[in-house]
Each structure stands twice: as C-alpha cells, then as structure tokens.
C-alpha cells in the first residue's frame, strides 16, 4: 500500500519533482510580475465591475444574452481574486505552503477557467439554437438563464474542487507532475484535452453560426430598405461573441498547451522556462473582454461612461459617436418579429424610448 503524505508542506513535493520556485522569483523579475499583476488585477475588479453594474443599470441589456455576458464579466472577476491570491502564496512562499492552501490556490485559477469556458459554450448553444430557428430573440425565461448561471457556477466549483476530492498524487508520488506538484499526470492530460476539446467545438459552432448569419444577411440585404448598419446588425453581435471567444482561445490554449505537455511528462520541453508569461496570457484575457464589450457596443459603452464620469448628459447625446451602433434590437410586440428575416428587413434598432419592451438574446 503507498504512503500518502498529506500532512506534508509542499517543498516536499517540490524537491520531489525537482521544481524550482526561488530563483525565478527573487529581485528584479519578482518585482515587475508583481506590479504588472497588481494593475492588471486592479483593471479586472474595476472594468469588469462597470460590466456588470452596466447590464443592470441599463433596462435596454435585461435579456439573455447580455444576462450571459454579465455573468463572464463576474467569471473574469472571479479570475482577479484568484490571480490575487496567487501573488501572496506564489514564488518562495510556494514552498512554505499547506497541501489545502495549495490545493486552494489552483482550485481557485481552475475555477476561474471553468467559469468562463462554460459561460462561452452555454452562449453558443443559445446563439446557436436562436439563430438556426430563425429567430433574432432568446425565449430564455430569466428562471432559466438563472438556472443557467448557477449550472456553470456549480460546475466550476466542481471542476476546481477535483484534485481536492481525490485525484491527486499524494499517495502516489512518482505520478506527480512538474507545473502542479501534487497534481497527477493523468489529472493534467484529462483537464487539458478536455478544455482543448471544447475550444475546438465552440470555433466550430460560431463558425457555422457566423457563417449562416452572414449568407442569410446577404440573400436579404437586396430586399430590405434600411440602412446596411442596420441590415447587418445579427452579423455585428456574432461579431462580437467570436471577438470573445478568439480572444478566450488565444490566450488559454498555450497555457493548455504546456499542461499537456507536463502531464505526458515530456522532460525535454523547457515548460518551466513559459509556464509564468502563458499565466499572464490568461491573465490578459480577463483585461481583454471588457475591453472588447465597450468597444463593440456603443450602448455598452455609453451606459459605462456614464458611471464612470457620473455625468447626467443627455442619453441621446451619448448614443452618438463613431463607434458601429449598438447591438441591442428590438422585440417586436408581434410573437413573428421574433425572425430574423423580419429583424432584417424591418431593420429596427431600438429608440431612445424603447426601455422596457426591447433587446436581444
């Protein structure tokens, strides 16, 4: 029967895995991570924050999709306390660490990660059943998307709990990896593929419903008599949903990438050497998305201006800017407004008055 170590603090484990923690992490080098993390931690809790205060100020974002939207701002949040959390307990003080405060510190980041992938792939399945049918407009009930939001939460905590519940090396010590001490191999290689997977499946269905979007767009522009910003407008929100996840994908693949790679215990790969910029890679996605929301909706970014400058200007005026108009349609009173032919070629974009009968999924 192997020995489990569980009362052991983790440079046991480190030395075991012949893991260096201190070199790479003591003067000049030490100090520009952690400034860098700590503004960009600081952009996370304050962009992501006007996110979410954004789609419940503003009555015009109180549908699905940006209720979905909301909810991977609260995932990118989430991923600032946990980059937080792993500056105080990262580089020498690794070492020093408990196995439940180390299982904490990247059950917290995997936690993080899950969020936001679920978040994506529950996006794509509503875009994808919405616009496949035709239909502009979610029939997601808000008890639904509810339902929804607690799924993925419950699911992360899942995910990031895993290792925790038992599928760890502490009572197998040669399974143990490099990146993750006390993490099995097979943990890495089920974890990675797993997300790999899913990116890949999640490209291919926006594809398909970007590409579907963009030919129906073109069959009906000839028929419609609106203005092609208008015409386009289902085009401009996949736009923006593949924005998101292009975004997502570049910056967590590499890091995947590196965990597959130590979970098949490739010796000669130099993953020590990237593994810290791949985790400011994933940090920079959590940058990334607020970033990408303000700039890809106007209405979004009037709504955050307007917090941030505590400005009672006039709403109109600060729909008008340069920016492409604001992705939120409007519901037709009609239940067959709902169809994207007829979102097309009516080519209705919500009026300033239009506060509590109008969206988008």
Not at 95 to 110: E, P, S
């Amino acid at each position: 029967m192997n020995e489990c170590y569980y009362d052991k603090r983790m440079d046991f484990f480190y030395n075991k895995t012949n893991t260096d923690t201190v070199d790479e992490w003591t003067g000049p080098k030490l100090i520009v991570v952690l400034c860098f993390g700590t503004f960009f931690c600081l952009f996370i809790f304050i962009s992501n924050s006007l996110v979410i205060a954004a789609v419940v100020k503003n009555k015009r974002f109180h549908f699905p999709f940006y209720y979905l939207l909301a909810n991977l701002a609260a995932a990118d949040f989430f991923a600032g306390i946990a980059y937080v959390f792993l500056m105080f307990n990262t580089g020498p003080v690794s070492k020093t660490l408990t196995v439940n405060r180390w299982f904490l510190r990247q059950g917290l980041l995997d936690t993080s990660l899950t969020a936001s992938l679920v978040n994506l792939l529950v996006i794509a399945v509503e875009r994808h059943m919405s616009i496949m049918r035709m239909k502009i407009h979610s029939n997601l009930t808000k008890k639904r998307v509810t339902f929804l939001i607690i799924s993925i939460w419950a699911i992360a905590i899942f995910m990031g709990a895993v290792p925790t519940l038992g599928w760890n090396c502490l009572c197998d010590i040669t399974a143990c990896s490099s990146l993750a001490p006390i993490y099995s191999r097979s943990y890495l290689v089920f974890w990675s593929i797993l997300n790999l997977v899913v990116f890949f499946i999640m490209v291919v269905v926006y594809i398909r419903i970007y590409m579907y979007v963009q030919r129906k767009t073109n069959v009906l522009s000839s028929h419609t008599s609106g203005s092609i910003s208008r015409r386009k407008t289902p085009v401009k929100l996949m736009k923006t949903v593949m924005t998101l996840l292009g975004a997502f994908v570049v910056c967590w693949t590499p890091g995947l990438v590196v965990l597959l790679l130590d979970g098949l215990n490739c010796t000669y790969c130099g993953i020590q050497n990237v593994k810290r910029w791949f985790l400011l890679l994933a940090l920079l996605n959590s940058v990334m998305n607020p970033i990408i929301y303000s700039y890809k909706d106007d209405e979004m970014w009037s709504t955050m201006k307007r917090m941030i400058c505590c400005s009672s200007q006039d709403k109109s005026h600060d729909r008008r800017s340069s920016r492409v108009p604001s992705t939120v349609l409007c519901r037709s009173t009609d239940t067959s407004g709902n169809y994207i032919e007829d979102g097309i070629i009516q080519g209705t974009i919500c009026g300033k008055g239009d506060l509590g009968d109008k969206g988008n999924s």
